[in-house]
């Protein structure tokens, strides 16, 4: 016989152990008592604007039935203010539901920034609240009964533990359909807050007589106190549509025909401009009762007495549906900022026709028998340059442009390659212009403006990446051309590299310098090789000279490298160095007399030498300098020798202007604060001696005097290698990425881009408008393009064989552009707002400065005005009787939706001072609670058939009714 098991223990159940739903209740509360759900403190004003509030969302996770559930606390961030806080009579989440001002705020479908309120706020008027839903909402909703009450449960048992003062929702069903259940505690009262709709529903529910007897019936008792109603009526209004078509330069030309209209632009027309086809301005009027007793309207199937003509309060919202083809534009450039692609990848290699060292040999190696090899420039010459380059010398560059299309956008940025086919000469550009706005772009007008905005519209209607590596390599190829001819490139302001530029324009100041150097040096030697003597001589300057100038004034003197190259050439070397054997003391490259002072120790006149100027250097080299000496340190002595270059040249040419001059006399023309005056006790006279660091032993200032040799400026070697900076110029252009020529060329894009649409108001007659907003959206332009900074780029392989003149080593890190992209975008949607309310009916006839001033309160309030109740003084008294105008008659078939916001209870505040409403819950009675009315609250939309009720009762848990 098998023996017998006792098996009662395999089927005890321990009932102590915690179920799921008393473990939820743990973490909930836990989180609640985190969350300080009972904190009656800091809720703000009295009653506050949903659509102008800021929130604050705290959101956790908890696991419940083995699935995640998100809880979410939305919190208003207000001012403090005078709200009541009354113990155990009006809660706050009470005085929001009793809240006649914050009842019927902007309509949820004309806000396009709806997402950013959440339903329950606008529905409610609820300043915080919490949510739960479902972690994973597309696949596990809340759709059963159980699990309505495993949740509701929890949240009342957990609400009343924690004092909660803050209502609890429950997202139950599709999240899109917005159904929600909630409950709200105090210590004595309970709101249940429910949501219902209906597809069809009965047509006594469509009115507010039905609502208002259906209201009634859901009350704990009965009332004899008349319920408090908010009426809003909004009507769909026709659709405003303006034609405006796409113009883009150099490719179409906008149809015009009556039913479009054509922007006006007189500048900047290498952008595209215009709005797309389905842009509109959708409509929306609606008229609203705040406050009504519940007998005092008729609003039944039969008849009603909610029409627009006796309603106390109306407004007119206009919803803006624009795309701009500039906005476009910008966009799709912006797409460039991370592209890495290289201009080889589109247009291959060695696209800018510069010799290789497969070819010719190392190129830096060639640029010293380049120098001097050129002839001055003549009009033949450039006239063949020209001619070569516009009849397709050089080979075509593969894209998607064909050379009908490429060359007037070359002629447009380079004028002086076909001038009788330039489409716009370039104006004057001054250096000294002063931007008011300090942004570090370039002149307005300028090539690097017009190169910026052709490669945007190239980017985005011509063909892509491939059309702007086309358009870029041809440009760069082009300047390499204009550099081989030494013409100066146009556009560009006069002058140094001026750092408060962007680095673009410093480059292409930079190369006209190198081509402007080039130029005069070449015209010197020319001089010497047909005059057969050289070009710089003794300066002669008689004992009548008064000339106290001690500035160094432009001249014409060159200079030359010193190299073996140039030593075989006997008309540039040879004879000024016979010239000077024969005769060491012949004073050479004289300026002037330097304020009739004589040598010391001598009766001969000082005379201020010709001096090399300083090498210029653009933003990237200074920073590559200030950054060697950061890391070598001040007492290097290669920066000594870096630092001293140019006091070598300025002490040999000194020598060589006055040679029997002595240190002390440098000193007195080269650091006149080191001459310093002094009274001999002696002679009872004034003297002069050198500063006492100029009397230091081993000082820098006499080692140069003394090792420096007698040189005039014409034969000493190049502080500024004009060729060689020029090609590292040229490369650096040639080397950038889609990326990098992005960040080149940002800023003088915005600029322009706004520019363009200040000129499209101005012609437009709205300038004034839109003052504010350009100058701030400049203002942000202008510290977008300070905070870009230059940072030492990762090297990368070249993709070329051939070697790189001084590859830049550093790069532009740009701040994010997209807030200035969409605030343009918002200005060119304001625009076309603006065009379409000129274009209502009675409007478009009104004096300017009345349209503007209604114009400036739409703007203002976020896309509304008012309509009714116009007073005749103020400057929107016209406008708005024409808009009143417009709503005069039968309106049934344009009826959009109907909103009936129902209350009864105590606090309900309307038009009420803080001040009273602390008053009155002050004399609220702190026992005997069964007097005290619940506050009750119905919401009803009507749209069509459809009806969506949003109810928030309550019922005392002291004393059951």
């Known amino acids: 016989m098998a023996e017998e098991i006792d098996d009662n223990?395999?089927?005890?159940?321990?009932?102590?152990?915690?179920?799921?739903?008393?473990?939820?209740?743990?973490?909930?509360?836990?989180?609640?008592?985190?969350?300080?759900?009972?904190?009656e403190n800091d809720w703000g004003d009295a009653s506050f604007n949903v659509n102008n509030t800021k929130w604050q969302i705290d959101e956790e996770q908890l696991e419940v039935l083995g699935k995640p559930m998100t809880v979410k606390y939305y919190k208003a961030l207000l001012e403090p203010g005078t709200c009541s806080k009354s113990a155990n009579v009006t809660p706050q989440f009470h005085q929001d539901l009793m809240c006649v001002k914050s009842t019927l705020d902007q309509p949820t479908f004309l806000d396009e920034k709806a997402n950013d309120v959440h339903y329950l706020a606008r529905m409610y008027g609820l300043r915080r609240f919490v949510v739960m839903h479902p972690s994973q909402l597309q696949n596990h909703y809340l759709t059963n009964t159980s699990k309505f009450s495993f949740f509701l449960s929890s949240i009342?048992?957990?609400?009343?533990?924690?004092?909660?003062?803050?209502?609890?929702?429950?997202?139950?069903?599709?999240?899109?359909?917005?159904?929600?259940?909630?409950?709200?505690?105090?210590?004595?009262?309970?709101?249940?807050?429910?949501?219902?709709?209906?597809?069809?529903?009965?047509?006594?529910?469509?009115?507010?007589?039905?609502?208002?007897?259906?209201?009634?019936?859901?009350?704990?008792?009965?009332?004899?106190?008349?319920?408090?109603?908010?009426?809003?009526?909004?009507?769909?209004?026709?659709?405003?549509?303006?034609?405006?078509?796409?113009?883009?330069?150099?490719?179409?030309?906008?149809?015009?025909?009556?039913?479009?209209?054509?922007?006006?632009?007189?500048?900047?027309?290498?952008?595209?401009?215009?709005?797309?086809?389905?842009?509109?301005?959708?409509?929306f009027a609606t008229f609203t009762w705040p406050e009504l007793m519940d007998n005092m309207f008729i609003d039944s199937p039969l008849q009603t007495q909610f029409i627009p003509s006796k309603a106390p309060c109306g407004k007119l919202y206009q919803t803006v549906h624009a795309n701009s083809y500039l906005t476009a534009c910008l966009k799709d450039y912006y797409n460039l900022i991370t592209a890495k692609n290289t201009l080889e990848s589109y247009v291959g290699r060695n696209f800018s026709g510069a010799t290789t060292m497969a070819e010719e040999g190392n190129p830096l190696d060639q640029l010293g028998g380049k120098i001097g090899s050129h002839r001055p420039q003549t009009k033949q010459y450039a006239d063949n340059t020209q001619q070569a380059t516009s009849?397709?010398?050089?080979?075509?560059?593969?894209?998607?442009?064909?050379?009908?299309?490429?060359?007037?956008?070359?002629?447009?940025?380079?004028?002086?390659?076909?001038?009788?086919?330039?489409?716009?000469?370039?104006?004057?550009?001054?250096?000294?212009?002063?931007?008011?706005?300090?942004?570090?772009?370039a002149e307005s007008d300028s090539l690097v403006y017009r190169l910026s905005c052709l490669l945007a519209t190239v980017h985005a209607h011509f063909g892509g990446k491939s059309g702007f590596a086309q358009l870029y390599a041809a440009f760069t190829r082009e300047l390499r051309q204009l550099w081989e001819s030494c013409t100066p490139i146009p556009g560009v302001a006069p002058g140094l590299p001026d750092t408060r530029t962007c680095l673009l324009h410093q480059k292409l100041q930079m190369l006209n310098v190198c081509i402007e150097k080039r130029l005069q040096r070449e015209k010197g030697i020319a001089a010497k090789t047909e005059g057969g003597m050289a070009m710089h001589t003794v300066e002669l300057v008689t004992d009548d000279d008064d000339d106290d100038d001690d500035e160094d004034d432009d001249t014409n003197e060159e200079f030359y490298d010193l190299t073996e190259e140039d030593s075989d050439d006997p008309t540039e070397v040879a004879k000024p160095k016979e010239d000077n054997s024969k005769n060491p003391l012949k004073a050479e490259g004289r300026l002037r007399r330097f304020k009739n002072l004589k040598l010391i120790g001598s009766d001969e006149?000082?005379?201020?030498?010709?001096?090399?100027?300083?090498?210029?250097?653009?933003?990237?080299?200074?920073?590559?300098?200030?950054d060697v000496m950061l890391k070598m340190g001040s007492d290097s002595e290669f920066i000594t020798d870096l630092m001293c270059s140019t006091v070598v040249s300025d002490a040999e040419a000194f020598k060589a202007a006055n040679p029997k001059a002595g240190f002390e006399d440098f000193i007195r023309w080269f650091s006149p604060n080191d001459w310093e005056e002094y009274w001999n006790e002696e002679t009872q006279e004034t003297g002069h001696k050198l500063s006492a660091r100029m009397q230091a032993a081993g000082n820098t200032w006499q080692k140069v005097w003394e090792q420096a040799k007698p040189v005039p400026a014409a034969r000493q070697k190049r502080l500024f290698d004009d060729t060689l900076e020029g090609y590292k110029i040229l490369n650096y252009l040639e080397s950038?990425?889609?990326?990098?020529?992005?960040?080149?060329?940002?800023?003088?894009?915005l600029h322009s881009s706004i520019l363009k649409l200040k000129d499209i108001f101005a012609n437009t007659q709205v300038l004034e408008l839109f003052t504010e907003t350009l100058d701030e959206i400049l203002a942000d332009l202008s510290r977008f393009s300070r905070d870009i900074e230059l940072v030492e780029a990762l090297p990368s392989p070249s993709?070329?064989?051939?070697?790189?003149?001084?590859?830049?080593?550093?790069?532009?890190?740009?701040?994010?552009?997209?807030?200035?992209?969409?605030?343009?975008?918002?200005?060119?949607?304001?625009?076309?707002?603006?065009?379409?309310?000129?274009?209502?009916?009675?409007?478009?006839?009104?004096?300017?400065?009345?349209?503007?001033?209604?114009?400036?309160?739409?703007?203002?309030?976020?896309?509304?005005?008012?309509?009714?109740?116009?007073?005749?003084?103020?400057?929107?008294?016209?406008?708005?009787?024409?808009?009143?105008?417009?709503?005069?008659?039968?309106?049934?078939?344009?009826?959009?939706?109907?909103?009936?916001?129902?209350?009864?209870?105590?606090?309900?505040?309307?038009?009420?001072?803080?001040k009273d409403v602390e008053a009155k819950?002050?004399?609220?009675?702190?026992?005997?609670?069964?007097?005290?009315?619940?506050?009750?609250?119905?919401?009803?939309?009507v749209t069509g058939e459809k009806l969506r009720l949003c109810g928030a009762f309550t019922e005392n848990t002291t004393f059951l009714d």
């Open 799 to 914: 993709s070329s064989e051939a070697p790189k003149i001084n590859e830049n080593k550093y790069t532009l890190q740009l701040p994010n552009p997209q807030p200035l992209l969409k605030k343009i975008e918002q200005l060119e949607r304001d625009y076309y707002h603006y065009k379409c309310f000129e274009c209502l009916p009675g409007v478009n006839g009104l004096p300017k400065a009345k349209l503007h001033s209604k114009f400036c309160e739409i703007l203002k309030n976020n896309g509304h005005c008012n309509i009714v109740n116009a007073a005749e003084d103020h400057d929107g008294g016209v406008v708005e009787q024409v808009l009143q105008s417009l709503f005069i008659g039968d309106m049934r078939e344009k009826l959009m939706s109907k909103d009936y916001v129902i209350r009864l209870g105590e606090g309900l505040v309307a038009d009420e001072s803080p």
């Open 605 to 626: 006149y000082l005379y201020v030498p010709v001096t090399q100027d300083l090498a210029p250097k653009t933003e990237d080299q200074l920073q590559d300098a200030s």
């Open 736 to 749: 950038r990425n889609l990326g990098e020529i992005f960040g080149l060329t940002i800023v003088p894009l």
């Open 391 to 441: 009849s397709g010398g050089q080979s075509k560059l593969p894209g998607p442009m064909k050379e009908y299309e490429l060359n007037p956008m070359l002629y447009y940025l380079l004028p002086n390659i076909k001038p009788d086919l330039a489409l716009f000469l370039y104006e004057m550009l001054s250096k000294d212009k002063i931007d008011p706005h300090r942004i570090k772009s």
């Open 9 to 39: 223990g395999f089927y005890r159940e321990d009932f102590s152990a915690e179920s799921d739903w008393e473990v939820f209740n743990a973490q909930l509360g836990d989180l609640f008592q985190r969350w300080e759900l009972s904190n």
């Open 156 to 283: 009342s048992v957990v609400a009343a533990e924690v004092c909660s003062a803050v209502p609890i929702f429950l997202h139950i069903h599709d999240p899109k359909w917005n159904f929600f259940l909630g409950i709200g505690m105090s210590s004595y009262m309970r709101t249940n807050f429910h949501s219902v709709a209906l597809e069809q529903a009965p047509a006594e529910y469509l009115y507010l007589s039905g609502l208002v007897k259906m209201f009634k019936e859901k009350l704990p008792r009965n009332h004899d106190k008349p319920a408090v109603v908010s009426v809003r009526i909004t009507y769909a209004m026709d659709t405003v549509k303006l034609r405006v078509p796409m113009y883009v330069p150099f490719g179409m030309t906008p149809v015009v025909d009556e039913e479009r209209s054509v922007i006006e632009v007189s500048q900047f027309t290498a952008l595209p401009h215009g709005y797309f086809p389905g842009s509109n301005t959708t409509m």
């Open 921 to 941: 819950d002050q004399q609220q009675p702190q026992a005997g609670f069964s007097n005290y009315l619940m506050p009750q609250f119905l919401r009803a939309i």
